[in-house]
């Protein structure tokens, strides 16, 4: 039988045991406490070589700002993965990858987006310029001392042809950056250069105008490719001919196969 005596011994060793292992981890919590301490203020990982490359439009301050790296932070308070998310928050940035090189150093390499069109986004009576990517990504609005010397999508809905930041796929605003992306492809008579505007419009369809000329060239809503190199041809038979001051529209929709120019007489 267990006398009272030694119960009390079992006690008094249970209790004992569980102060010594509290003791050794509070030993342990501080020591690592102190070591952490230690390490945070240790000059071994302090930030001495910063690296940003990639960027055209958005600056080396703008980046490192948001990426929270300045000289002499510690490498080890970094966060990578936030800091990703925060750069890739700017809306010229379309990704960026951050790579730690320990002790002391990181580098930044960011992928800005590469604007080929403008978008005039209509949301009730206020009007935004966005720039469109060739994927059909709108990103950053544009202002003052941006580049602007793009062809501009107007006409386009908010909430209708875009959804999040992207084109609606099927819209008439999706089916003009299409066309626009054909004459991206450099065609000599017809090169993305010389469009200035591409108006989308519910009755009338898509209708293109050249940067140099003021007459409409109406396209409808289908057969987009097909038209587009009909189209070439009939420039170069209007440039050949210097007749093209002559005319005053052309109707790509007219018949499926005839092309109806207005103002002049052309083969075809």
């Keep these: ?54 960027n055209r439009i958005t600056t080396q301050r703008q980046i490192l ?18 800091a990703v998310a925060r750069v890739e928050s700017h809306p010229w940035v379309e990704r960026a990858e951050i790579k730690a090189n320990w002790p002391s150093a990181v580098e930044v390499v960011v992928t800005e987006f590469h604007p080929f069109a403008l978008v005039n986004v209509e949301l009730g009576k206020e009007r935004h310029l966005r720039y469109l990517s060739r994927s059909g990504r709108l990103f950053g609005e544009a202002g003052m001392g941006q580049e602007l010397d793009f062809p501009v999508i107007t006409g386009v809905q908010a909430g209708k042809d875009i959804e999040g930041d992207r084109l609606v796929k099927g819209s008439l605003a999706d089916a003009a950056s299409s066309l626009l992306l ?24 898509i209708l293109l105008y050249l940067a140099d000329r003021p007459f409409p060239v109406y396209f409808g809503t289908d057969r987009l490719q097909t038209k587009y190199y009909r189209l070439v041809k009939v420039l170069e038979q209007l440039y050949s001919k210097k007749q093209v001051d002559a005319v005053k529209e052309i109707r790509m929709d007219y018949l499926d196969d005839k092309v109806l120019v207005t103002g002049v007489q052309i083969d075809g």
């Design 1 to 54: 039988m267990v006398t009272g005596a030694q119960r009390a011994w079992k006690w008094k060793r249970l209790i004992r045991n569980i102060l010594l292992t509290g003791a050794l981890l509070a030993g342990a919590g501080v020591g690592l406490w102190g070591g952490t301490q230690l390490l945070l203020r240790s000059t071994v990982f302090r930030l001495t070589d910063i690296k940003v490359s990639g």
């Design 65 to 82: 700002d948001l990426a929270g790296l300045q000289q002499g932070g510690s490498l080890l308070r970094f966060d990578t993965k936030a």
């Design 182 to 205: 054909l004459a991206a492809k450099g065609n000599a008579i017809l090169p993305i250069q010389a469009i200035s505007e591409v108006h989308v419009d519910e009755t009338r369809g």
